[in-house]
C-alpha cells in the first residue's frame, strides 16, 4: 500500500493506524494529484474522529498551503458532492474549495451544475449569506436562472455600496469571477493571501468599482458631519459595508491608486471623529478596517493619514489600540520599498534652522506676524513678528487667524507623522537589502526639505564602480559622492565593513555627538556559529530561556510577526512565530512554548530559530549556512531583543522561588548576547567624557562602579547588579537621576540608559537616601 493509499484509509477507516514514529506524515513527496484527493477526503463529513485521521488532516492542510493541489475531473466532481453533503449535515461549507478545484483540474471540467444549483438554494435559505463573491461564482455554474436567483438575494436591504458590488461580480465571466472569489473574506478579520489580491487587482471592473465605493464612502461621512445625515455612533455602515470597503481599499492600496491621499483625508476624520463633541465615533468599526488594510498593504500617505486621526480622536481607548496596529503597519510599510519612502514637500524649503543646522522652513503670514514652521528632527511652530522670535502665539493671531492656526497645529502633527513613518520605513530597509537610484536618493531623501536631517545622519553607500562602494555620512561630508543619476545607493551596514571601519565610524559619531534616527554604526551584527554549523538547520542560540509572554506577544506584533496567542487550552501550548524577509523571498521562523502562571503574568520558553526559502511558490527548510548573512543577522537581531527585553533574567525584582529563580540567577549574568556587546562598546566611548570617569571600569560583561560604601558589577546585559567582594545582589528596580539624561548616547537603548542611570547612583552611594537601597548595600559592606 503506497503512502496515499494508506493516508486516505487513515481518513475513512476508524481501525487504521499509520506507523509513522512521529504520528505527523510527511507529505512532500505525494503528487499535486494526490494531494488534491487528500483534500476531498479531508473535507468529507462524517468521517471518524481517530488520531491518526486527524494527524493526516493537518499533515493534508498543512501541505496544501504550501503547494496548490491539483484535482482530476473526477476529484472536482467528488468535491462538490461532499461541500453538499456538508452543507446539508453542518449548515455551512467553504465553497471557495469547489471553486479552487474546478480551478486546478487536470482535464475538462465535469458539470457541476447539479450539485451547484444545490448548494445555492441551500444558501439562499439561510438568513445571512456568508461567501457572497463565491456564491455567485456556484450560481453561475448551476445556470443564468440560478444566478439571477443569486443576485437578487444578494442585493437586497445591503444598500448602494454593496449592492454596486454585487452587480459588478455578477457581470464578469466565470475566469474572472472565481479569482475574485479568493478575496470575498468571511469576516473583515481575516485577510486571504496576496496572491488572491494581486489577482483582483487586474480586473478592470473590480478596480472601477473600488474607486466608487471608497468616495461614496467618503461622501457619507461628509454627509454626516455636515448634518444632512442624522449622526449615531457606530451607525456610519453596516458590517458588510465595511468588509465590502475594506476589500476595495486593499485593491486601491495594492495598485497604489493617485486618488487615494485626497480621500484619506476626508475618509479618516470621517469614520473616527463626531461632528459634535461626543467621544464617540462615527464608525469605530470602519476605522479599525482601514488600519487592517494599511497593515496588508501600507503607503505612507495612509500611515501618516492614521497617525494624525490618531491625535485627533476623542475615544479614551482607540489611540491605544491605533498604536499597537500601527506598529504592524510600520514593519509592512518597509517591505514596500517601491513606495515606503514617498515624501511630499508640502512647500517646504531647504534653510537654515537654529543656527548652523538646515532644515525644511515654511512661512506664512498672519498679519503683522510671521508663522514659521521648522523640521529638523521633528517639526515644531514658532512665530514672529519684525523677524524676531516670540515666545508664544501672540494674541492678535489667535483672535483673527484662528483657521491659519488650526491648519498649521495640524501640519505640524502631519509632518511629524510623516517623520516617524519614514525612519521606521528607512531602517525596515535593511531586512530587503533596499537599494535606490542615486539621483532620487539625492534629490527626494539627502536633499528633501523634511527627510534630510534625519537622512542625512545616516551613512549611506554608493555604488560609484561596479561591486566598488563608497561610503559617506552627509552630516559630516559637504560634497556628496560623484555617481551617475542611475547609480545605485544603499544604507551601509556593519556587516559589510572591516572591523577597522566599523570603529571608525562608531568614533566619528561619538566624536561629532551625532545621534543616530536608528541604531546603524552601533547595529549589533549576528555571524553563523560553531554550533549553528554542528546543527545545520537551526539554532539554539536563543533557545531555553523564560520570558514575559505577553510583554514578547505585544514586541513580536510590533516588529512585524507573524504569531498565534498561546495559553492554557487545547492548540495554545506552542507556536512558531514568523517574518518574511528580503522581498518575501526568506522566512523566519521562532518557536516558543507556553510554560506557566507566575502570579498574573503568564511566562513562555524559547526554541528554535529556522528559516525558510521560497522555491517555486513553495516554502522549503534551508540550511543556515545557505541564508544570505544580511538575513540571517536582522532575524536573529530580532529574536535577540524578543528575549533581551522580555527575559524573566532582566527583571530586578524577581521573587519567585523554583525553577524560575533558578533560571534567573543563571541568565541575570550570563555571558553576552551582540546586543550587550554593542552596550560595551557603546561605553568604551561615553565613559571617559563622564563626571564618573575615574569611578568607572569595564570588566568583562559588567561594568564595575566604584562608590564610596561599596564597589558594584552592572551587568551589561540584564543591568542587574552585583556587590563587591562577595557578588551578593544589589535590588534597584527602577532609578532616574537628575543630570544623567544629558550624556550623549549615538543610539536610543532603554537598557544602556538604565544602566548609566545605576552607575550615576552608585558612584555617588554615600548620598543614596532610599532605605530599600541602603539597607542591601550596607548590609555585607
Same mark, same amino acid.
Given at each position: 500500500m503506497d503512502l496515499p493509499q494508506r493516508l486516505t484509509r487513515a481518513l475513512t477507516d476508524p481501525d487504521f493506524t499509520l506507523d509513522d514514529t512521529d504520528g505527523r506524515p510527511d507529505l512532500s513527496q505525494v503528487s499535486e494529484e494526490d494531494l488534491g484527493d487528500l483534500l476531498v477526503e479531508v473535507h468529507r463529513p462524517g468521517a471518524?474522529?481517530?488520531? =491518526?485521521? &486527524?494527524?493526516?488532516? %493537518?499533515?493534508? *492542510?498543512?501541505? =496544501?498551503?504550501?503547494?496548490?493541489?491539483r484535482y482530476t475531473p473526477d476529484a472536482c466532481r467528488r468535491m462538490f458532492e461532499v461541500l453538499v453533503t456538508r452543507c446539508q449535515e453542518q449548515g455551512w461549507a467553504d465553497l471557495t474549495l469547489g471553486l479552487d478545484a474546478l480551478e486546478h483540474c487536470?482535464?475538462?471540467?465535469?458539470?457541476? &451544475?447539479?450539485?451547484a444549483r444545490t448548494l445555492v438554494g441551500l444558501w439562499l435559505e439561510k438568513d445571512s449569506v456568508r461567501q457572497p463573491y463565491a456564491l455567485l461564482a456556484v450560481a453561475r455554474l448551476a445556470g443564468d436562472a440560478t444566478l439571477r436567483a443569486a443576485v437578487d438575494r444578494l442585493s437586497r436591504d445591503v444598500g448602494p455600496i454593496v449592492a454596486d458590488e454585487i452587480a459588478v461580480i455578477a457581470g464578469l465571466t466565470p475566469a474572472e469571477r472565481t479569482p475574485l472569489a479568493e478575496i470575498d473574506r468571511q469576516h473583515r478579520f481575516l485577510s486571504p493571501l496576496d496572491h488572491a489580491w494581486r489577482r483582483a487587482a487586474d480586473h478592470p471592473a473590480y478596480v472601477a468599482f473600488a474607486r466608487r465605493a471608497l468616495e461614496a464612502a467618503a461622501d457619507r461621512t461628509d454627509a454626516i458631519r455636515a448634518g444632512e445625515i442624522p449622526y449615531r455612533a457606530d451607525k456610519a455602515f453596516t458590517d458588510r459595508e465595511i468588509t465590502s470597503l475594506g476589500q476595495a481599499l486593499r485593491v486601491a492600496l495594492l495598485r497604489d491608486e493617485p486618488w487615494l491621499p485626497q480621500l484619506f483625508e476626508r475618509l479618516l476624520p470621517g469614520v473616527a471623529l463626531a461632528p459634535t463633541t461626543a467621544k464617540t465615533l462615527p464608525s469605530q468599526a470602519m476605522l479599525y478596517e482601514v488600519v487592517r488594510a494599511a497593515q496588508?498593504?501600507?503607503?505612507?500617505e495612509l500611515v501618516t493619514a492614521i497617525r494624525t486621526v490618531r491625535r485627533t480622536v476623542r475615544h479614551a481607548g482607540v489611540p491605544k489600540q491605533l498604536d499597537k496596529m500601527l506598529k504592524k503597519a510600520d514593519a509592512a510599510l518597509a517591505e514596500r520599498t517601491d513606495v515606503a519612502l514617498r515624501l511630499p514637500r508640502l512647500e517646504f524649503e531647504t534653510a537654515a534652522v537654529g543656527g548652523s543646522a538646515v532644515g525644511g522652513v515654511l512661512r506664512r503670514a498672519a498679519g503683522d506676524y510671521q508663522a514659521v514652521v521648522t523640521v529638523t528632527d521633528t517639526a515644531a511652530l514658532t512665530w514672529e513678528k519684525d523677524g524676531q522670535p516670540l515666545r508664544s502665539l501672540p =494674541?492678535?493671531?489667535?483672535?483673527?487667524?484662528? =483657521? $491659519?492656526?488650526?491648519? $498649521?497645529? *495640524? $501640519?505640524?502633527k502631519r509632518v511629524n507623522a510623516q517623520l516617524v513613518t519614514l525612519v521606521r520605513a528607512l531602517e525596515g530597509g535593511f531586512s530587503v537589502d533596499a537599494v535606490h537610484p542615486y539621483g532620487w536618493w539625492r534629490?527626494?531623501?539627502a536633499g528633501h526639505p523634511l527627510a534630510r536631517t534625519l537622512v542625512r545622519r545616516l551613512i549611506w553607500e554608493t555604488e560609484v564602480a561596479p561591486g566598488q562602494w563608497r561610503a559617506v555620512l552627509p552630516e559630516t561630508d559637504e560634497d556628496l559622492p560623484d555617481a551617475p543619476d542611475d547609480a545605485s545607493v544603499r544604507l551601509w551596514h556593519p556587516l559589510r565593513s572591516d572591523p577597522d571601519v566599523v570603529r571608525a565610524w562608531r568614533d566619528l559619531l561619538t566624536e561629532r555627538r551625532i545621534r543616530q534616527p536608528f541604531k546603524q554604526a552601533f547595529r549589533e551584527i549576528y555571524l553563523l556559529t560553531p554550533a549553528e554549523e554542528q546543527t545545520r538547520v537551526y539554532s539554539n542560540r536563543f533557545a531555553a530561556h523564560l520570558v514575559h509572554y505577553r510583554r514578547m506577544f505585544a514586541l513580536l506584533r510590533a516588529r512585524g510577526w507573524k504569531s498565534d496567542r498561546l495559553g492554557p487550552w487545547d492548540g495554545g501550548e506552542g507556536d512558531e512565530a514568523e517574518r518574511t524577509l528580503a522581498a518575501g523571498e526568506w522566512r523566519v521562523r521562532f518557536f516558543h512554548h507556553w510554560a506557566d502562571w507566575a502570579g498574573d503574568d503568564e511566562l513562555a520558553s524559547t526554541d528554535q530559530v529556522r528559516f525558510d526559502?521560497?522555491?517555486?511558490?513553495?516554502?522549503?527548510?534551508?540550511?543556515?549556512? *545557505?541564508?544570505?548573512?544580511?538575513? %540571517? &543577522? *536582522?532575524?536573529?537581531?530580532?529574536?535577540?531583543? %524578543?528575549v533581551g527585553v522580555t527575559s524573566v533574567a532582566a527583571d530586578p525584582d524577581w521573587r519567585d522561588g523554583g525553577w524560575v529563580r533558578a533560571y534567573w540567577e543563571r541568565a541575570s549574568f550570563a555571558e553576552l548576547t551582540e546586543s550587550g556587546e554593542a552596550r560595551?562598546?557603546?561605553?568604551?566611548? !561615553?565613559?571617559?567624557?563622564?563626571? !564618573?570617569?575615574?569611578?568607572?571600569?569595564?570588566?568583562?560583561? %559588567? $561594568?564595575v562602579v566604584r562608590g564610596d560604601l561599596r564597589t558594584y558589577k552592572i551587568h551589561l546585559g540584564s543591568a542587574n547588579i552585583l556587590m563587591e567582594p562577595d557578588d551578593s545582589y544589589l535590588c534597584i528596580v527602577q532609578t532616574r537621576r537628575s543630570g544623567d539624561g544629558k550624556v550623549f548616547l549615538p543610539f536610543e537603548d532603554d537598557r544602556l540608559s538604565l544602566i548609566l542611570s545605576k552607575a550615576f547612583l552608585l558612584a555617588a552611594d554615600a548620598r543614596i537616601t532610599d532605605e530599600s537601597i541602603l539597607m542591601q548595600i550596607k548590609r555585607g559592606a
Amino acid at each position: 500500500m503506497d503512502l496515499p493509499q494508506r493516508l486516505t484509509r487513515a481518513l475513512t477507516d476508524p481501525d487504521f493506524t499509520l506507523d509513522d514514529t512521529d504520528g505527523r506524515p510527511d507529505l512532500s513527496q505525494v503528487s499535486e494529484e494526490d494531494l488534491g484527493d487528500l483534500l476531498v477526503e479531508v473535507h468529507r463529513p462524517g468521517a471518524p474522529g481517530t488520531p =491518526a485521521r &486527524s494527524a493526516v488532516r %493537518f499533515a493534508v *492542510e498543512d501541505e =496544501a498551503r504550501e503547494r496548490p493541489p491539483r484535482y482530476t475531473p473526477d476529484a472536482c466532481r467528488r468535491m462538490f458532492e461532499v461541500l453538499v453533503t456538508r452543507c446539508q449535515e453542518q449548515g455551512w461549507a467553504d465553497l471557495t474549495l469547489g471553486l479552487d478545484a474546478l480551478e486546478h483540474c487536470t482535464g475538462p471540467q465535469p458539470d457541476v &451544475s447539479g450539485p451547484a444549483r444545490t448548494l445555492v438554494g441551500l444558501w439562499l435559505e439561510k438568513d445571512s449569506v456568508r461567501q457572497p463573491y463565491a456564491l455567485l461564482a456556484v450560481a453561475r455554474l448551476a445556470g443564468d436562472a440560478t444566478l439571477r436567483a443569486a443576485v437578487d438575494r444578494l442585493s437586497r436591504d445591503v444598500g448602494p455600496i454593496v449592492a454596486d458590488e454585487i452587480a459588478v461580480i455578477a457581470g464578469l465571466t466565470p475566469a474572472e469571477r472565481t479569482p475574485l472569489a479568493e478575496i470575498d473574506r468571511q469576516h473583515r478579520f481575516l485577510s486571504p493571501l496576496d496572491h488572491a489580491w494581486r489577482r483582483a487587482a487586474d480586473h478592470p471592473a473590480y478596480v472601477a468599482f473600488a474607486r466608487r465605493a471608497l468616495e461614496a464612502a467618503a461622501d457619507r461621512t461628509d454627509a454626516i458631519r455636515a448634518g444632512e445625515i442624522p449622526y449615531r455612533a457606530d451607525k456610519a455602515f453596516t458590517d458588510r459595508e465595511i468588509t465590502s470597503l475594506g476589500q476595495a481599499l486593499r485593491v486601491a492600496l495594492l495598485r497604489d491608486e493617485p486618488w487615494l491621499p485626497q480621500l484619506f483625508e476626508r475618509l479618516l476624520p470621517g469614520v473616527a471623529l463626531a461632528p459634535t463633541t461626543a467621544k464617540t465615533l462615527p464608525s469605530q468599526a470602519m476605522l479599525y478596517e482601514v488600519v487592517r488594510a494599511a497593515q496588508d498593504y501600507p503607503t505612507p500617505e495612509l500611515v501618516t493619514a492614521i497617525r494624525t486621526v490618531r491625535r485627533t480622536v476623542r475615544h479614551a481607548g482607540v489611540p491605544k489600540q491605533l498604536d499597537k496596529m500601527l506598529k504592524k503597519a510600520d514593519a509592512a510599510l518597509a517591505e514596500r520599498t517601491d513606495v515606503a519612502l514617498r515624501l511630499p514637500r508640502l512647500e517646504f524649503e531647504t534653510a537654515a534652522v537654529g543656527g548652523s543646522a538646515v532644515g525644511g522652513v515654511l512661512r506664512r503670514a498672519a498679519g503683522d506676524y510671521q508663522a514659521v514652521v521648522t523640521v529638523t528632527d521633528t517639526a515644531a511652530l514658532t512665530w514672529e513678528k519684525d523677524g524676531q522670535p516670540l515666545r508664544s502665539l501672540p =494674541a492678535p493671531v489667535r483672535r483673527d487667524h484662528p =483657521a $491659519l492656526v488650526k491648519e $498649521l497645529r *495640524e $501640519l505640524v502633527k502631519r509632518v511629524n507623522a510623516q517623520l516617524v513613518t519614514l525612519v521606521r520605513a528607512l531602517e525596515g530597509g535593511f531586512s530587503v537589502d533596499a537599494v535606490h537610484p542615486y539621483g532620487w536618493w539625492r534629490t527626494e531623501l539627502a536633499g528633501h526639505p523634511l527627510a534630510r536631517t534625519l537622512v542625512r545622519r545616516l551613512i549611506w553607500e554608493t555604488e560609484v564602480a561596479p561591486g566598488q562602494w563608497r561610503a559617506v555620512l552627509p552630516e559630516t561630508d559637504e560634497d556628496l559622492p560623484d555617481a551617475p543619476d542611475d547609480a545605485s545607493v544603499r544604507l551601509w551596514h556593519p556587516l559589510r565593513s572591516d572591523p577597522d571601519v566599523v570603529r571608525a565610524w562608531r568614533d566619528l559619531l561619538t566624536e561629532r555627538r551625532i545621534r543616530q534616527p536608528f541604531k546603524q554604526a552601533f547595529r549589533e551584527i549576528y555571524l553563523l556559529t560553531p554550533a549553528e554549523e554542528q546543527t545545520r538547520v537551526y539554532s539554539n542560540r536563543f533557545a531555553a530561556h523564560l520570558v514575559h509572554y505577553r510583554r514578547m506577544f505585544a514586541l513580536l506584533r510590533a516588529r512585524g510577526w507573524k504569531s498565534d496567542r498561546l495559553g492554557p487550552w487545547d492548540g495554545g501550548e506552542g507556536d512558531e512565530a514568523e517574518r518574511t524577509l528580503a522581498a518575501g523571498e526568506w522566512r523566519v521562523r521562532f518557536f516558543h512554548h507556553w510554560a506557566d502562571w507566575a502570579g498574573d503574568d503568564e511566562l513562555a520558553s524559547t526554541d528554535q530559530v529556522r528559516f525558510d526559502r521560497k522555491a517555486a511558490g513553495t516554502w522549503r527548510e534551508a540550511p543556515l549556512a *545557505e541564508v544570505p548573512p544580511l538575513v %540571517f &543577522s *536582522e532575524a536573529m537581531r530580532d529574536v535577540d531583543l %524578543f528575549v533581551g527585553v522580555t527575559s524573566v533574567a532582566a527583571d530586578p525584582d524577581w521573587r519567585d522561588g523554583g525553577w524560575v529563580r533558578a533560571y534567573w540567577e543563571r541568565a541575570s549574568f550570563a555571558e553576552l548576547t551582540e546586543s550587550g556587546e554593542a552596550r560595551r562598546d557603546a561605553l568604551t566611548r !561615553i565613559l571617559p567624557r563622564l563626571k !564618573i570617569a575615574d569611578r568607572c571600569a569595564l570588566d568583562g560583561r %559588567f $561594568l564595575v562602579v566604584r562608590g564610596d560604601l561599596r564597589t558594584y558589577k552592572i551587568h551589561l546585559g540584564s543591568a542587574n547588579i552585583l556587590m563587591e567582594p562577595d557578588d551578593s545582589y544589589l535590588c534597584i528596580v527602577q532609578t532616574r537621576r537628575s543630570g544623567d539624561g544629558k550624556v550623549f548616547l549615538p543610539f536610543e537603548d532603554d537598557r544602556l540608559s538604565l544602566i548609566l542611570s545605576k552607575a550615576f547612583l552608585l558612584a555617588a552611594d554615600a548620598r543614596i537616601t532610599d532605605e530599600s537601597i541602603l539597607m542591601q548595600i550596607k548590609r555585607g559592606a
